[in-house]
């Protein structure tokens, strides 16, 4: 491997590359955010929600939790456009990984607020508390600290999950890599170079769940 | 009376709604020329056929002949979006309507005549032999010659033994990962020649000026089509026409200019008199 040929090379496709991040950390933020907003709902109707709307709701975070997501991904390309809902690759994507962040947000919300005694929720009740109320000032600081690893953990996976992207063209970080490659023949220093890329961002994210955790921590 | 006046009033209203219901099976060439750009899907990660340049532009053969379709619809062959997608994306964005026309190296089979419908081929792909300029061996010839002494690189494939075996019945095969790999296997001496398709190693060639030559020898032949829906025929008559007339009408040109970039070969001009395709 010739390090200063390669460096060189790599600088000539600093645009493609950085575009490349840039499009992987669009997707993932916003796969992240939405799959987090719909997940909490999720989550509250799963460890709250009474009757049929559970049981659509327990279905759905079943069936999607059980679905690779490269079939997330396809379908939503596909089949939603046989159904009239013609998505471009950039939003079918970032839909199928929203869906699938949601699922797992959805569990891991449920999980942590199954986590804490009734003793609190009855707390608070004595103190007059409306349910609103409880979940804001009792449960809901409590359950974040809880979920905030698992949390983390989800994030990454989206990170990871939007390379499927490439599958349907979306010009991300992974496909761009291939693209280099395709016209250097460097195969090994690129992808060991997209390696270390995917590293960093996600070691991101795991240090911002770190300061969050710190953050909400209980002082002691 | 009353009765047959209305069966005759029904049936003008079926003959008047007629013209409306062939208008809503127009072709696909109507509803390109009212969109104003063509969309063809294609990938980005394979030279010479479709891949990006240095400065980000998509480029190759594939990309040119979706320029000469471009062209013979709006006389402008820049009026055109490109669809990447995966080779295996090729068949299902067009049976979904994502693209007007697929130009992907696609291989033609009896099996993918069945889900999309191909246009005239434009290009014949077939493993070749690539050794170096100045290695022991000269030629297909030699290396057929030298039997079981001579060690082949080739990509990590099902078939890969059985298809370099066909030329070379006693050669050694050794398979690899990746593109990259088979070409420095011949740089380093660990293979005496590389077999991949053509193409592939015309453009390697180009690309590394005096140090490779080809071994003279192709094989395993297969056509490369444009792929489009089924069922369209106006549409297929449409694309057939722009390719077959860059290959031998007017726009032979900027199909041999192409052709001279990507596989670096001049092309004769088509004989002028008796048309070429029926000789």
Redesign the interface.
């Known amino acids: 491997m010739d390090i200063a040929a390669f460096l060189h090379v790599l600088w000539?496709?600093r645009?493609?590359i950085l575009?490349g991040v840039g499009v992987t950390i669009s997707i993932s933020a916003l796969a992240i955010v939405v799959g987090t907003l719909v997940g909490v709902g999720v989550g509250l109707v799963l460890t709250y929600g009474k009757g049929p709307l559970r049981w659509l709701v327990r279905g759905y975070t079943d069936f999607i939790r059980g679905t690779p997501v490269l079939v997330l991904v396809l379908a939503s390309y596909?089949v939603l456009?046989?159904v009239g809902v013609d998505l471009g690759?950039f939003e079918a994507g970032v839909f199928a990984l929203a869906v699938f962040c949601s699922s797992h947000v959805g569990e891991i919300v449920r999980g942590a607020l199954q986590s804490i005694p009734r003793g609190q929720t009855e707390a608070a009740k004595a103190i007059g508390l409306t349910f609103p109320q409880t979940f804001a000032y009792v449960l809901g600081p409590q359950a974040l600290r809880q979920m905030l690893p698992a949390w983390v953990n989800t994030a990454a996976e989206m990170v990871k999950a939007s390379t499927l992207l490439?599958?349907?063209?979306v010009?991300e970080l992974l496909?761009r890599t291939?693209?280099?490659?395709?016209?250097t023949?460097?195969?090994?220093e690129f992808y060991l170079f997209a390696g270390l890329l995917y590293f960093v961002i996600n070691y991101g994210i795991e240090r911002f769940g770190r300061y969050i955790e710190r953050k909400t921590s209980v002082p002691s | 009376m009353k009765l047959s006046l209305l069966a005759a009033t029904a049936a003008l209203a079926l003959i008047s709604a007629m013209p409306a219901s062939a208008q809503e099976n127009k072709s696909k060439l109507d509803e390109v020329l009212a969109r104003g750009h063509l969309i063809m899907g294609t990938g980005s990660t394979n030279a010479p056929w479709h891949f990006k340049s240095i400065d980000d532009k998509l480029q190759g053969f594939d990309i040119d002949m979706g320029r000469i379709v471009a062209k013979a619809l709006f006389n402008d062959p820049g009026k055109i979006e490109f669809v990447i997608q995966s080779s295996d994306a090729r068949i299902p964005n067009i049976t979904t309507n994502k693209v007007d026309l697929t130009c992907q190296f696609m291989t033609v089979t009896g099996e993918r005549a069945q889900q999309v419908a191909f246009t005239i081929p434009y290009y014949r792909e077939g493993v070749g032999l690539m050794l170096k300029a100045d290695g022991k061996y000269a030629d297909y010839a030699a290396l057929k010659a030298a039997g079981s002494g001579v060690t082949i690189s080739v990509l990590q494939n099902v078939y890969a033994e059985s298809m370099v075996h066909a030329a070379l019945p006693e050669a050694k095969v050794d398979q690899y990962d990746s593109v990259d790999l088979i070409y420095q296997a011949l740089e380093s001496g660990r293979a005496d020649a590389v077999a991949t398709d053509q193409s592939s190693l015309s453009w390697y060639m180009q690309q590394n000026p005096d140090r490779y030559k080809d071994a003279g020898y192709g094989w395993n032949p297969q056509s490369y089509a444009c792929g489009v829906k089924r069922g369209d025929q106006d549409w297929l008559n449409f694309v057939d026409t722009a390719l077959h007339e860059a290959m031998t009408g007017v726009e032979f040109d900027s199909y041999a200019k192409s052709f001279k970039t990507w596989f670096g070969k001049d092309l004769e001009p088509p004989q002028i008199g008796f048309p070429v395709e029926y000789k």
């Open positions: 000539l496709a645009m493609p575009k596909y456009g046989t690759p490439s599958i349907i063209g010009g496909l291939q693209e280099l490659i395709s016209r023949f460097m195969s090994l």
